[in-house]
């Protein structure tokens, strides 16, 4: 794996949610996706897309990419996402595998996230709705 190709998939990662382009992320999310977040751990592309796409819709406004950094199979991008409760900055640390993106692991304030969101939405996201 390129540091390149590492970047490319970062930046299209957050290019998708962006467009909210649902097959973008479908074919470059490895079927065993792991994501972690501060809401806690989803486990298979399928159960994250299904957990998360919905809470998207309602806490993503707009996103601005900041820095990537890339070394081999791994990119970290540094976000702001616009929220309805403001600017959350954010940072997603990829592990990649030729076309796909095995795990990431999301570090943000949840606090403005959480705003947006029901109590039920939270557990969906895979972690408990207690700030």
Known sequence: MTPDRSRDLAVGWIEAWMRMDLAWLRRHLAPDFVHNSPFGRLEGRD??????????????????????????DQAVIRFENHTPGGVVESC?????????????SSYYDPARVREALSPGDQDRLGGASDP
């Not at 998207?56 to 081999?72: E, F």
């Not at 997603?92 to 990431?104: A, H, N, S, V």
Request: net charge negative; glycine share 6%; hydrophobic share 55%.
């Open 47 to 72: 159960a994250y897309l299904a957990a998360v796409e919905p809470m998207a819709r309602k806490t993503v406004q707009a996103l601005r990419i900041l820095d990537v950094v890339a070394s081999g």
């Open 92 to 104: 997603d640390w990829l592990w990649t595998e030729g076309d796909l993106i095995r795990e990431i």
